[in-house]
């Protein structure tokens, strides 16, 4: 009975875990776009930071919001007067920076699109009718086979069967070991 209620608990554990931890898929998919706009934030730092290396190599800037590259330089903000003159490492690096904008305004209006956050009581609705059937039979599950391995336990440790040596004092059991440490020595 003890393996039945062991298994039990696991069994009612893991179904908990897997079918509490679902999300309804507007959560979802709100939590992967807001991951999405935190990488494309730092694809444009580094597409930037490409850009105005770019210009400094080839002397080509400042332009869009780089310095000359001399400590405590200020940014620049125009825009370069002619875009298809400047060197192709530097026309490729400006495409990079600008697509990656592009990238991050789309992730940005697709954001601004989702539906606003529903009340408490229906995303416990919805996610119930995800996964709230599942979490709740291995909940069941979880409280019947601990019931059931208390049970065991405590007949096993009143049983008077040999091979067993009933309920067990832990400080007799501590007596029992120094005595026999010090037999030993």
């Not at 939590?31 to 210009?55: F, N, R, T, W």
């Not at 909940?139 to 009143?158: H, S």
Request: hydrophobic letters at 45%; one cysteine or more.
């Amino acid at each position: 009975m003890k393996h039945i209620a062991l298994l039990l608990v696991i069994v009612g554990l893991s179904l908990a875990a897997a079918y509490g931890a679902r999300n309804e898929d507007t959560l979802k998919r709100g939590s992967e776009v807001g991951k999405s706009v935190d990488m494309h934030a730092g694809h444009i730092a580094e597409a930037h930071e490409a850009y105005c290396v770019a210009q400094i190599e080839t002397a080509t800037g400042p332009y869009d919001g780089c310095t000359n590259g001399e400590e405590g330089s200020e940014p620049v903000a125009d825009s370069p007067p002619n875009v298809t003159a400047l060197p192709a490492d530097v026309l490729a690096a400006r495409a990079a920076w600008m697509n990656a904008v592009a990238a991050a305004e789309a992730i940005n209006a697709e954001q601004s699109n989702l539906p606003a956050p529903a009340p408490a009581g229906e995303r416990i609705g919805g996610w119930f009718g995800t996964g709230g059937t599942g979490f709740l039979i291995g909940l069941a599950l979880l409280i019947v086979g601990v019931v059931l391995a208390r049970i065991a336990f405590k007949a096993e440790a009143k049983s008077d069967r040999p091979g067993t040596d009933g309920a067990i004092d832990f400080g007799a059991m501590l007596r029992k070991l120094h005595s026999d440490v010090a037999a030993l020595a």
